[in-house]
C-alpha cells in the first residue's frame, strides 16, 4: 500500500472511530447528568420515621393488600403506596390491638375504628385522586403510619433512580468523558504505530536489521 493510500484511509477510519467515540461519551455523559430519573410520590414528610418503611407503586393494579401490624406488629405494610383511581386497599390484619384512622382524606373514605386482630380485614376502593394519611391510633406514637398517593395528579419528587447506571455509581473511579479520551488516544496511537509499518516495514523502535 503507498504511503497516500494508508494515510487517506488511516484518517477516514480514525475520524468515523474518533466520532463514535465522541457519541458514546456524550450518552453516557447524558446519563450521568440525571436522564429523568424515576418518580415517587410527596408525601409531605409524614411517614418520616414510620416503622416499615416500605414503598410500593402498585399503579396498574385493581386491588392491593396492606398488612395491618406487620413488621414486628407495628408497621402498615406497604407504608407509602401509590395506586391509580379506583383501586381497592384490602386492610389485612397480621397481628392483634390495631385500627386504621384517616387523617389526610380527599376522598372522604371510612377508616375503621374499632380494634381488631388477626385475621379480620376490610377494604377501602379509593375513587378520588389526592394524597391519603392514616395512622394506627394505639401505635401513632410508636411511628404505625402510612400514606396513599391516588392518581397521576399528586405531588412528586425525584428519586433518580430511573436511568442506567454510571461506573462511578458501581464504584469503578473513572468518568464518561475520560472513557471517550482513551478511546481516542488508543486510535490515534494504533494509527502511528501502523504508519511506521507500512513505510519502514517493521517497528519504529527496532534497528534495521542489518
Not at 430519573?37 to 414503598?55: H, K, L, N, S, W
Not at 395506586?83 to 387523617?103: E, K, M, R
Not at 464504584?171 to 486510535?187: D, K, Y
Request: with cysteine; hydrophobic share 35%.
Amino acid at each position: 500500500m503507498k504511503r497516500r493510500d494508508f494515510m487517506r484511509q488511516a484518517g477516514g477510519a480514525t475520524a468515523a472511530l474518533g466520532a463514535g467515540a465522541a457519541a458514546t461519551a456524550g450518552t453516557a455523559t447524558a446519563q450521568e447528568s440525571g436522564g429523568g430519573g424515576g418518580q415517587r410520590p410527596d408525601f409531605g414528610g409524614y411517614t418520616d420515621g414510620a416503622e416499615g418503611g416500605e414503598y410500593l407503586d402498585a399503579r396498574g393494579q385493581s386491588e392491593v393488600t396492606v398488612e395491618v401490624g406487620g413488621g414486628g406488629g407495628l408497621a402498615f405494610l406497604p407504608t407509602e403506596l401509590w395506586i391509580d383511581t379506583g383501586t381497592t386497599v384490602v386492610f389485612d390484619w397480621v397481628s392483634d390491638g390495631h385500627n386504621v384512622l384517616f387523617d389526610d382524606n380527599p376522598g372522604s373514605v371510612s377508616g375503621h375504628e374499632p380494634l381488631e386482630g388477626e385475621g379480620f380485614s376490610f377494604e377501602v376502593t379509593f375513587e378520588s385522586g389526592g394524597v391519603y394519611t392514616y395512622y394506627c391510633d394505639p401505635h401513632r406514637s410508636l411511628g404505625m403510619l402510612g400514606a396513599i398517593a391516588v392518581g397521576e395528579e399528586v405531588p412528586t419528587v425525584a428519586t433518580g433512580g430511573g436511568g442506567p447506571k454510571e461506573l462511578h455509581e458501581l464504584g469503578v473511579a473513572i468518568q464518561a468523558h475520560w472513557v471517550g479520551a482513551a478511546t481516542i488516544l488508543g486510535i490515534v496511537m494504533s494509527v502511528i504505530f501502523t504508519f511506521y509499518l507500512v513505510k519502514y516495514g517493521e517497528s519504529a523502535h527496532t534497528g534495521t536489521g542489518r
